[in-house]
């Protein structure tokens, strides 16, 4: 079979198991390559620790596979032995994959002292996304003290469909790629887009039409969350979002969306005007980023 178009995308894939099932008739795909990466991404908050059995079944990855894999990637640094458990974690080297791509992202530093005064004044979150496949990966993030039971943290990645900056994300994107990431839920999760395609819809044409979309505890249910658009960079195809989210107690009737949405959509403003990126939706009246206290 002859190795597919690279200049022609295909859905982005929602991870190095999905990749890895579809390229079996693949012949230039390097296979052992995509199972170390599946070996990798196995490891996620709250599984940190892992032996070569727990890979083999998470993975689907044969044992005696997984533990050629996991003794490279340890060697290499990817990962780490702990001999007294006799499992690996993470290795300090993983870090180094990451540092490239945020790097990039200079804007995220310049955005974060408004970031930080937000957060603090309405004593919540507010956080970057970048959104890969059906995911919302954090890419920066500031929070006031006590922000409840979620943590927004670098790297840590949150479903599109289910979320305020999901839907923010996905109404930067060209009609084409809209479609195609909502082919890309249905069929990764059928249930999950029935139950929440029409709020997704929603979130997607609030953003239009009032700059932001709003999430009534839809992902975590003691977390109200607001979040806007940010921009889409045609060139590395790369969709960007920002969020707020707060604890539903915090929260007055009425002030997620009159207060706190045209806050955080003003802040989007903001950042554009830091990018130089142009307006995504047709002009609005220019906002002000007023101080106060939820």
Not at 259 to 288: F, H, T, W, Y
Request: proline content about 7%; overall charge positive.
């Amino acid at each position: 079979m002859a190795p597919r178009d690279l200049s022609r995308p295909r859905h982005p894939p929602s991870s190095a198991a999905a990749v890895l099932a579809e390229s079996v008739d693949d012949a230039a795909f390097a296979t052992t390559l995509a199972k170390g990466l599946v070996v990798l991404e196995a490891f996620k908050a709250g599984s940190t620790l892992l032996g070569n059995m727990e890979l083999s079944t998470l993975t689907g990855i044969p044992r005696p596979t997984v533990a050629r894999l996991t003794h490279t990637l340890a060697e290499l640094g990817y990962l780490r032995y702990d001999a007294e458990r006799a499992k690996y974690r993470v290795g300090a080297r993983a870090l180094r994959i990451a540092h490239p791509l945020l790097a990039g992202m200079q804007f995220r530093q310049m955005a974060r002292p408004m970031m930080q005064e937000l957060a603090l004044s309405v004593r919540g979150t507010v956080s970057i996304g970048l959104l890969d496949a059906t995911s919302m990966i954090y890419v920066e993030t500031a929070r006031s003290g006590d922000v409840g039971p979620h943590a927004p943290d670098i790297g840590m990645p949150i479903p599109v469909v289910m979320t305020a900056m999901g839907r923010a994300a996905a109404a930067t994107l060209p009609p084409a790629d809209a479609d195609r990431l909502e082919r890309v839920i249905a069929a990764e999760d059928g249930e999950l887009w029935s139950a929440f395609r029409d709020k997704y819809r929603a979130g997607i044409a609030q953003c239009k039409s009032r700059g932001f979309a709003t999430c009534w505890g839809e992902y975590m249910a003691s977390i109200h969350a607001v979040a806007a658009p940010l921009f889409h960079a045609g060139e590395s195809r790369q969709s960007f979002s920002i969020n707020c989210g707060i604890p539903a107690f915090r929260l007055q009737p009425g002030q997620l969306e009159a207060e706190i949405g045209p806050r955080i959509a003003a802040l989007a403003d903001s950042i554009r005007a830091i990018v130089g990126q142009a307006e995504l939706a047709p002009p609005r009246k220019a906002r002000k980023i007023t101080s106060g206290r939820a």
